[in-house]
């Protein structure tokens, strides 16, 4: 069959391009480091996997519709080819969704991981995980089936019903930003509530704030659905829908994937991303002497006090950006036990302080040596 590509379609089709592969990058590196380095993957990590091969699937079947006309006007595609289109069109929109839904599902796992000892916090994450699996099922069901039979979504002149598209595309697309919200909000007040540094404090809340970006690009995403959702020239008017959907799933992906590349990222570059404390450091004070002179004809004393610091470090609590684990406010009751199962953890500090003192006896001055020969002379005479 032949294709039919436009300046419009290959455009959008790079800005797909550069996010999917953004999005598959930094999914391999947190794969790569909870399966390797970690050596812990979970629900999570197999759920983003999830989205990613879905959002591939997403980008293939946009490949379909921009070498079969999209950006074209309807009036100027053969009608094999605009059906071969609106195929791509059709199936691309449950294949989205179920990107988007696996990626929140990700987030949500990992916040259940994470927060393991918040009993609230894997509450509210397991009601929301409940929610998206029935929201979604109902997402993919619509889309599959907007129009009864299916080919009345390409062809408006077929007998059978179709949803009003402005009512369902606009009510998903409101429902997601409502759930993005819902994730980017969920983990701020169990790290409110953390004993840590406020500077580590706000950077845990800047990690888990990502999810900001995704809201942001589901705001934008709304004109060009109103676009679509009016249009009656859809190989037209579908460029700009298409692309901002690519952008929102395969974002969604790199927020999700990012707050666990940190280990990977610190090890790469240790002196840009590291900021754990382990090691050993030390400092000594030097010796400090204290007395009075041998002028003076006194006893002195000279006093040597010798400090020496040691500061030894196990894994930085103050740092839970490294691998994400058991952050809750409950975490201090259970260092001891941590301890124990996990080796030292935390800071310790040891001081010795040692101090010598060394007395001397009075020594003659030259005034009193001068003075009693004088007195010896005198006597003499």
């Given at each position: ?18 996010f ?15 399966a ?16 990613l ?47 988007l ?135 037209h ?22 707050p ?36 003076t004809?006194t ?29 809750s ?31 001397t ?21």
């Open positions: 069959m032949p294709t039919l590509s436009t300046p419009q379609g290959h455009e959008a089709l790079v800005i797909s391009t550069v999917t592969t953004l999005a598959t990058f930094f999914v391999a590196i947190r794969i790569y480091t909870r390797v380095m970690v050596k812990q993957m979970g629900a999570d990590d197999y759920a983003i996997l999830i989205g091969a879905f959002s591939w699937g997403f980008f293939g079947l946009f490949v379909g519709e921009v070498y079969h006309g999209m950006g074209a006007h309807y009036t100027s595609i053969p009608h094999g080819i605009y059906v071969t289109q609106m195929l791509c069109f059709w199936a691309s929109v449950p294949i989205y969704q179920t990107s839904i696996s990626t929140k599902m990700s987030i949500l796992l990992q916040y259940r991981r994470v927060f393991s000892t918040t009993p609230r916090m894997r509450l509210a994450c397991n009601l929301l995980i409940g929610f998206l699996a029935l929201y979604g099922t109902w997402t993919v069901i619509s889309a599959w089936a907007n129009c009864v039979p299916v080919a009345k979504f390409w062809d408006p002149t077929r007998k059978g019903f179709c949803f009003n598209k402005e009512a369902l595309w606009f009510s998903n697309s409101g429902i997601h930003i409502l759930t993005d919200i819902m994730i980017l909000i969920y983990p701020m007040p169990v790290i409110q509530s953390l004993q840590l540094p406020r500077r580590q404090k706000y950077a845990l809340m800047g990690v888990f704030a990502l999810g900001g970006f995704v809201v942001i690009t589901s705001i934008l995403r709304l004109k060009s659905l109103l676009v679509i959702s009016h249009s009656s020239d859809p190989t008017d579908n460029v700009g829908a298409a692309e901002w959907s690519a952008i929102e799933c395969n974002v969604a992906l790199i927020c999700a994937a990012l666990s590349t940190r280990a990977f990222l610190s090890k790469l570059l240790p002196h840009i991303f590291s900021t754990r404390s382990n090691g050993y450091r030390s400092k000594t004070t030097r010796p400090s002497r204290m007395g009075r002179s041998a002028l004809g006893a002195h004393t000279i006093n040597n006090t010798n400090v020496h610091a040691s500061i030894i470090g196990g894994r930085d609590l103050d740092d839970p950006l490294y691998d994400l684990e058991d952050l406010p409950s975490h201090d009751s259970l260092t001891k036990e941590h301890d124990l199962k996990n080796g030292f953890v935390g800071i310790k500090v040891t001081t010795f302080v040692t101090q010598e003192s060394i007395s006896p009075a020594v003659q001055d030259d005034a009193g040596s001068t003075k009693n020969l004088v007195s010896k002379r005198q006597d003499s005479f």
